[in-house]
């Protein structure tokens, strides 16, 4: 396979030589393409575009809030709650029902700033609160709307997509009602990490 002598040219230049991953894949992809043109056919069909415009989407979106300042807004609301064991449970809800239709990656990055003011005027565990968050967004990736949920989607055949996505969303609905509980439980209270 041709695209296999890639993937460590991809490693390397992203991780040693600390190019942006977007562009190293972008240009693999493209001398991927010439190196096989005889198949240039199947470049394109193959893409789940639904899936790319709805990821695209969702990491603008983000980034708009983040521009906008509502995610400060948010960790300035949740600290004014006072209470920080129930700002940290508020926190793994909105980290857990907002990956749910984003990536988990990116609201990683947006949301775990949010905590420092809680860590910093309270005893939790850093390391408890930043894992239950991290749990809480990641856990809810099985949603139709997330990344690897609508990447699913998309690779399902024919009529099994609109029985794997209502399967997706119905488990996707209980993990995000349930999940940021039990991580809170676990990781923050008792302080086990």
């Known amino acids: 396979m041709a695209d296999a002598g890639a993937d460590p040219v991809l490693l390397v230049a992203a991780l040693v030589f600390k190019w942006p991953i977007g562009f190293v894949g972008l240009t693999a992809g493209l001398i991927l393409a010439f190196a096989s043109l005889d198949q ?4 394109v069909s193959g893409i789940s ?3 790319v415009l709805l ?3 969702m990491i603008t979106y ?21 209470v920080p064991l ?25 949301f775990i700033p949010l905590a420092a003011p809680l860590l ?13 968050l991290a749990i809480s967004a990641t856990i809810v990736d099985v949603s139709p709307f997330s990344t690897d949920g609508a990447l699913v989607v998309a690779n399902a055949q024919g009529a099994d997509k609109g029985r794997i996505y209502g399967q997706l969303l119905a488990y996707a ?9 039990l991580t ?6 008792t302080g086990i990490i």
């Open 120 to 132: 910093e005027q309270s005893t939790l565990s850093a390391a408890g609160v930043v894992a239950a």
């Open 55 to 57: 990821v695209a989407g």
């Open 86 to 110: 129930i700002v940290a449970l508020v926190l793994c809800y909105v980290i857990g029902i907002s990956s749910a239709f984003a990536s988990s990656t990116a609201l990683l990055t947006a």
């Open 40 to 43: 240039h056919h199947t470049f």
């Open 173 to 181: 609905a209980i993990i995000v009602l349930g999940a940021p509980l």
């Open 49 to 51: 575009w639904s899936t």
């Open 184 to 189: 809170w439980a676990l990781l923050v209270p």
């Open 62 to 82: 983000v980034s708009v809030l983040q521009h906008a300042g509502v995610i400060d807004g948010l960790a300035d609301h949740a600290v004014k709650i006072g």
